[in-house]
């Protein structure tokens, strides 16, 4: 384990290198690309220790992606507990068959490699949700409290299949060598599944202009544009075929859980995290999470989650 760096803030913040040994092998049995897993830790480690995940364009700067959630004063409040973000592996632009179990594995290695023997909880939200409910059911005395936002414990059949679009226009992409085209509209059909009718009908009334587009379509590329300098394509294809991986037993999380689930959220439908709920042994409440935003409510509804999270972490 290396630290990198201690940057000088209120609240102590260093990155870590965390060995990850060449033997290390995914569910589907392929080698690991990355020998190290990058995580940052928010806090003093003697604090109760939260473990914090978004989508899959997240990653360790917690105060960068989800400021409104992790800070001093914050529903993560970092003056009452230390927070730890870590890198979706693969960490560069490589293929590989993994899954949201992989990825809660190599957060197992990680706490080890930092002396954390248990986990107060984690909270996580879409694909971060995905690997914290993979890590409860595979190392079910390590944590005490999940807050899981907009997921269930399997991929929903539409979901997939608008994925499935996805990775095959970028793999299109990459045989014609414009890799950055395919992801870039591969994001933008992303962006119409994360959000809502409801959103685009209140934001977008108008028709086409004298180019044959309208104000949605321009806000689509400017997303799916704008989306390429963030996410590498082969990593990308890495991330969206491992949320289709997800296969959960509920019976097996023996921690707390704190659901949430948006109404209009068309990758994961109330209906399925409904019946996550129903098969849990230890519910401890399903939030409805009121949106126009959809799947992309846990960014845009930030009252709303500090609520939910803040009854998962202070409930008795």
């Keep these: 384990m290396l630290a990198l760096k201690q940057e000088r803030t209120t609240t102590r913040r260093e990155d870590f290198l965390i060995d990850v040994s060449a033997g290390f092998r995914c569910e589907s049995g392929d080698a690991l690309p990355d020998s190290h897993l990058r995580v940052r830790v928010f806090g003093d480690l003697e604090r109760p220790v939260v473990v914090v995940a978004g989508g899959i364009s997240s990653g360790r700067c917690l105060d960068e992606w989800w400021s409104d959630q992790v800070g001093e004063g914050a529903a993560i409040d970092l003056t009452r507990y230390c927070a730890i973000g870590f890198d979706f592996s693969p960490t560069e632009d490589q293929r590989v068959r993994l899954s949201p179990l992989d990825q809660a594995r190599l957060v197992a290695i990680a706490i080890d490699s930092l002396g954390v023997e248990r986990l107060f909880a984690w909270v996580g939200a879409s694909y971060g949700a995905m690997v914290g409910l993979a890590f409860a059911a595979d190392a079910p005395t390590r944590l005490e409290r999940l807050c899981a936002i907009s997921t269930a414990h399997k991929p929903a059949a539409l979901a997939r299949g608008w ?35 409801e959103e685009f009908d209140e934001r977008f009334p108008g028709g086409v202009g004298a180019d044959g587009r309208s104000e949605l379509d321009r806000y689509l590329v400017s997303r799916g544009d704008a989306y390429v300098s963030a996410m590498a394509p082969q990593r990308w294809l890495s991330l969206s075929e491992s949320i289709d991986r997800l296969d959960v037993e509920p019976a097996r999380v023996r921690a707390d859980v704190t659901l949430a689930a948006c109404p209009t959220d068309q990758i994961a439908p109330i209906e399925s995290i409904q019946e996550l709920s129903r098969r849990l042994p230890n519910l401890r409440a399903l939030h409805e999470l009121p949106s126009l935003y959809g799947h992309d409510a846990f960014l845009k509804e930030p009252a709303q989650v500090a609520a939910i999270i803040r009854s998962c972490l202070e409930g008795a």
């Excluded at 014609?176 to 992801?183: D, F, P, R, S, T």
């Design 163 to 197: 994925r499935g679009v996805q990775r095959r226009v970028v793999e299109f992409a990459l045989a014609q060598g414009v890799a950055e085209e395919g992801l870039s509209l591969a994001r933008q059909l992303a962006m119409i599944t994360y959000r809502s009718a």
